[in-house]
């Protein structure tokens, strides 16, 4: 894994702090998302050395036809369940008591049923908000790790789901990069793997009519800004990291909640929610 990859995890957790303050009503999320992340961390760092025993050499090829590289309901998932029980006894001490009945249904299942539930929530992207956050949370810095061994041209790619696992992005970010001077990304909801988009294009319909695309900014964070769409009525997020360079694009979606209150208010439906099912 290249050092960058490496060293993004640790960064997020710095990146807190900040975030607490400037989003003060989202203090006790961010706390929680500390505990994840960090948890999340300790993962990578101990497969950093491990044969995973994923063949990804069908990548080039899926990618090629338009498919995600990998095919997330045909890894063995059971080998990695040693890292789903450490993260349950985390969640029982930290998490909510909706969390916590979550927690207690998953440690009744025995590992058959676990995985089938996994599949079937892989398969269909569909699943309870306590075992979508679950999932997500344990297999996250899984696909982190793999995905770093899956190369694909940023460019070229342009789909509106991700180009590693399949899932969908839940924002998206504008930095100045090799792909020009205010590229706009895509970064996955579970993988975290990020993309190029176009920058004037609707994640969900692909409408690209400027006058039927809408950016609402709150001016006391005004660096996170709604993309909505007069079309499908949906919306993404977009975090200009131009004007905050240090951003964590999925922690700032995830601090930023109240935008997303203002929006649904509205209206509006986001693409695709983030990990904590915001």
């Known amino acids: 894994m290249n050092v960058f990859k490496q060293k993004e995890r640790e960064f997020a957790l710095g990146r807190l702090p900040t975030l607490k303050e400037k989003f003060p009503e989202s203090k006790e999320i961010l706390s929680f998302m500390e505990h994840v992340i960090s948890f999340q961390k300790g993962v990578m760092e101990d497969l950093l050395d491990k044969d995973l025993g994923i063949d990804i050499s069908s990548a080039d090829s899926r990618i090629g036809k338009g498919k995600p590289a990998l095919k997330l309901t045909g890894i063995n998932w059971g080998p990695f369940l040693s890292y789903l029980w450490p993260l349950l006894d985390l969640l029982d001490q930290v998490g909510t008591g909706e969390v916590r009945e979550g927690v207690s249904y998953l440690k009744s299942l025995g590992k058959e049923e676990i995985l089938s539930n996994l599949n079937y929530f892989l398969e269909n992207q569909m699943a309870d908000d306590v075992s979508r956050f679950i999932f997500m949370a344990w297999l996250q810095p899984i696909l982190y790790v793999i995905a770093d061994g899956i190369e694909f041209d940023k460019e070229q ?28 990304f895509l970064r996955c909801s579970l993988c975290l793997t990020d993309w190029f988009y176009i920058r004037t294009k609707c994640v969900n319909c692909g409408n690209s009519e400027d006058d039927k695309l809408d950016y609402f900014v709150d001016q006391s964070q005004d660096y996170i800004h709604i993309q909505t769409c007069k079309v499908c009525d949906h919306y993404i997020k977009i975090v200009d990291m131009r004007k905050e360079g240090l951003a964590v694009p999925d922690l700032e979606d995830i601090a930023s909640v109240s935008l997303d209150l203002w929006a649904q208010e509205k209206g509006y439906v986001k693409f695709e929610r983030n990990l904590l099912g915001f």
Do not use: K, Y
């Not at 342009?158 to 001077?181: H, K, Q, W, Y």
């Open 157 to 184: 790619w342009l789909r509106n789901f991700c180009p590693v696992c399949g899932f969908r992005p839940s924002v998206s970010f504008i930095m100045d990069a090799e792909e020009g001077e205010g590229a706009r």
